[in-house]
Every structure is written in C-alpha cells, then in structure tokens.
C-alpha cells in the first residue's frame, strides 16, 4: 500500500458490494475461487481487473494466460522489476483514458451499443487510434460498422498537423485507371489527361488514407500498392519523380485474407504491411443485446421533428428475434420502413411491417436461447466454467440489464425479472463467488 501511495495512487480496501472502476486485484495462490472474483470483478473483461501476485512463487508460467481468460486485463508479480507501483500506476492510467474516451458523446452516440462484445472491440479501437500511429486492418462482415470504426480511429487520432480522411471504394476501382486513382496523374499522360490529378494517396499527405474492401484488389493492383505503404513514396503516372507522402493508414475488409493469402489470392508481404493491429467487428447476431438499443437510436434518428413513436410489444418481438445478414445496415434499413410507413400518433404496429419483411408464421420466429446464447455457454465451458457459476452469471447478467433498461429503479428490474424488491436489494447486495 505504501509503494502505491507513494507512486500517486490512493489505494483503498475492496468492497464486494460496491466494486466499479478499474483497479487491482492482489493474490498469494492460484486457485478457482479466484478465477470465479475476477469473472465477477471484470465483469468477463469488461471491467479492468490488474491481477498482482504477491510473489513470483504464486504466479506459474501457464497462470497469466488464465487469468486474462479468466477477465485480468493484465497479470504479473509484484517482484517480477523494481518498480511495480510505477508499473500499476500507468497501466490504471492508461486504461482510464482509454475508458474515459469509450464512454464519451464521441464514441457512445456514433457507436451505439452496451454488449460485450461490442464494448470490447470499441476500447480496443479507442486504444490503437488514441495512443498509436500504427496501420489497423478492420475486418468483419458487411454492415458492421466499418467505415463508421475508420472515421472515429481519424477522429482520435492526435497528430498535431492531421489533415482529411480519404476514402478509397476499393471495389469501385477500375484496373486501367488504378494508377492515376491511386498516384495521380501529369498532364498528357494518357489520352484524355488533360489537366494533372492528385491521386488517394498524394491528398492523404498528413491525414488519413482508408482503403474500404482492400481485399478485392487484384495481386497487381496489391503489388502496386506495396512500395508507397511500405515506403511512403509513389510516382504520380507520366512522371519520373518520386513524390514523398505521410499518412496514417486503414484498411478494411468483409474477407478472411489470412484464408485468401493460403489460397494464393492476397500477397503475404501486403497482408503484413496493412495489418500491423487488426480489430474484427462482431455480427449483429453476435450482439443481439444490441438490437433494442439501435432499433431506439435508428427510430429517434428518423423523427427528428416529433416524439419518436414507441414500439408495440410484437414489433419490438419481431425486430429482436429476425435476422439481419446485411447487420446493422439491414437493421437500419428494416427500420427505415417501418417508420416511414407509420402515421398517426400511437405505438408503431405490426401493420407498420411491410408484407415482404414480414414472417411467413409465428413459428418462423427465434425463441430466446438463440445461437449467440449457445455461443456463449460454449466459451464458458471451453474456460471450464462450472454449470453454478453459470447460472451465477447469467442471474447477474440479467439484474444489470434490467437495471439498465430500468434507468436504476428497483422496483421496475424487480417486476420485470419476476422477483420481489426486497430478493433483488439481497441479491445485489450478497458477494457470488
């Protein structure tokens, strides 16, 4: 406590009933009871846990690895250097700004969503733009988000003499006037150039360049473009001169390049240019928690100059239980419609729902334990998480969501859960470990 204190932190003991925020977790022996108070602490990793052993005697070689599964963001041993307070010092720093950032207008009203899955890729992404320069390859499916992740990772970023975002449809480009979309152009270079052009990378000098599907370029086009990322220097088409450019670079990609590069379809040399960091974006199916809080968003966004209408109780079934293959995208549009086919004052109805979006019965819709819900009892015994802490969890899972939803009141969360004020007061009240 005295390293600490000294270090600039004001360290004080853990209450069970009330831990929030960052902070460290110090142990003398590995056992599960401890696995079970950072899943508890971390919230699964949602919440930064600093796991310290008191000595490098407690902390096995294999150890570290489960407590970062278990939800520690970080495990070492207070005697593994001379300076561990320093070390904590900055890690808590580090992860406060990063948090801070996260939970920010910036970031929560561009970004919407409270799922794990999402939160997480969210602070990595806050991590590498804020504190970074490095060239981030986005992956995930379309309708994810991924143009939406390249603007913020810009918006972050804090080079003093930042210029624009330039964006390249990679899809879009036309294999005989890649040169000049890319480098640019002199005057008379080809038939038809009759003024010079400045290309992508030549107006992303001091800015931004992001290449959206990179992984529909062509292995000549991908060679092409390998010398200006790696050498940050490219010749415009009809000049001998080399042009010198500074850009932060991002590319994305609905693609598993590492599965393309084995087929022989991306270059291994460009794949390891353009992926110093990667940050894959979850499906929509793979945060459904997130539907209901979008939906709202998307609803709000259309009604700009009234009172965004609610939800009548088969709606918000329907659009919680469909599929979305397109993602948010699809999402978005499925609402769209809806909302532009409602009149009048009152919920929005299942009339709304236009005839194609609508089930072909009752029976084609999702009950509650869909695959994300399989998902993620699999992760759980994968961690050999116990069918007792399981349901320990998913109980508290379910208490915070229906708190959240209930803006705090207990009361509310109670009758929604199905269970009397008082139990819900002693279940938040009483440590699960």
Same mark, same amino acid.
């Given at each position: ?20 925020? &960052? ?60 300076? &561990? ?218 009604? &700009? ?63 509650? &334990? ?64």
């Amino acid at each position: 406590m005295t390293a600490l204190t000294e270090a600039g932190l004001s360290p004080v003991a853990l209450d069970l009933r009330d831990a929030s925020g &960052p902070g460290v977790l110090f142990f003398n022996e590995i056992n599960q009871n401890l696995f079970e108070l950072l899943r508890q602490l971390s919230s699964n990793g949602l919440v930064r846990v600093l796991a310290v052993a008191l000595s490098s005697r407690a902390l096995a070689r294999g150890d570290v690895w489960r407590l970062l599964q278990a939800g520690a963001s970080d495990a070492f041993a207070w005697d593994h250097s001379s300076t &561990p307070a320093r070390e904590v010092v900055a890690r808590l720093e580090r992860w406060v700004s990063v948090d801070k950032l996260l939970n920010s207008p910036l970031v929560k009203n561009n970004l919407i969503g409270e799922s794990a899955n999402w939160r997480l890729a969210l602070r990595q992404i806050v991590e590498v733009a804020r504190f970074s320069d490095a060239s981030i390859l986005i992956m995930g499916e379309s309708g994810t988000g991924k143009e939406l992740v390249a603007r913020l990772i810009h918006t972050l970023d804090m080079r003093s003499r930042k210029r624009e975002l330039v964006t390249v449809d990679c899809t879009a480009i036309m294999p005989e006037l890649s040169g000049s979309e890319f480098f640019g152009h002199e005057r008379g270079s080809y038939t038809g150039a009759v003024t010079a052009r400045e290309g992508a990378f030549a107006l992303a000098n001091e800015g931004t360049i992001f290449l959206d599907e990179i992984g529909e370029l062509s292995l000549g086009l991908q060679a092409e473009l390998l010398r200006v990322i790696q050498e940050r220097m490219f010749k415009p088409v009809g000049s001998n001169k080399w042009t010198q450019t500074n850009f932060r670079l991002i590319c994305a990609t609905n693609r598993d390049l590492q599965k393309e590069e084995a087929q022989g379809n991306f270059r291994r040399d460009f794949y390891h240019r353009i992926a110093s960091w990667t940050i894959r974006l979850p499906a929509l199916r793979e945060r459904p928690g997130d539907i209901v809080p979008l939906v709202s968003y998307f609803i709000k966004q259309l009604s &700009p100059d009234r009172e965004p209408p609610e939800l009548d109780i088969a709606v918000a079934e329907y659009l919680f239980t469909r599929k979305y293959p397109g993602n948010v995208r699809e999402l978005k549009q499925t609402v769209t419609r809806i909302v532009n086919r409602h009149v009048g004052p009152g919920p929005i109805t299942v009339g709304d729902i236009i005839e194609a979006d609508r089930p072909v019965a009752a029976e084609t819709l999702l009950s509650w &334990p869909d695959e994300s819900f399989e998902v993620a009892i699999k992760r759980a015994l994968a961690f050999d998480v116990g069918l007792k802490q399981i349901g320990i969890a998913a109980a508290e899972t379910a208490i915070r969501i229906a708190l959240n939803d209930a803006g705090g009141n207990l009361q509310s969360a109670a009758r929604k859960l199905g269970v009397t004020d008082r139990a819900l007061q002693l279940r938040r009240a009483t440590p699960r470990l």
